[in-house]
């Protein structure tokens, strides 16, 4: 069985995020933990990773991978929408 440390970036304040993946470090003990989002809200992503591996976790953790992606869907209106995607694997050191 594996662990899936993932932490998926929405509208909740900033803080809430960086001090999940502090706790999946700490507490659970996690090797990796994955940073996600899409559109709007990739660049919360971005510094929600930094924070927690310059601020919070400074000298342990480091960016492991970053991957970039697109998906397609359909919305409301019945239009495709194309949203990009972002995944940061956060690893220790």
Avoid: C, H, W
């Avoid at 909740?12 to 706790?23: C, D, L, R, S």
């Avoid at 970053?66 to 690893?91: C, M």
Wanted: charged share 30%; hydrophobic share 35%; no cysteine.
């Amino acid at each position: 069985m594996t662990e899936d440390n993932t932490i998926f970036i929405g509208g909740k304040p900033f803080m809430n995020y960086v001090t999940g993946v502090v706790m999946q470090f700490t507490t659970k003990n996690a090797d990796e933990v994955n940073v996600k989002a899409r559109g709007k809200f990739i660049s919360r992503a971005v510094d929600v990773a930094e924070v927690s591996s310059k601020r919070f976790l400074d000298g342990t953790v480091e960016v492991k991978d970053i991957r970039i992606n697109s998906e397609e869907f359909e919305n409301k209106e019945g239009k495709t929408v194309r949203v990009s995607t972002i995944e940061i694997t956060l690893g220790r050191k």
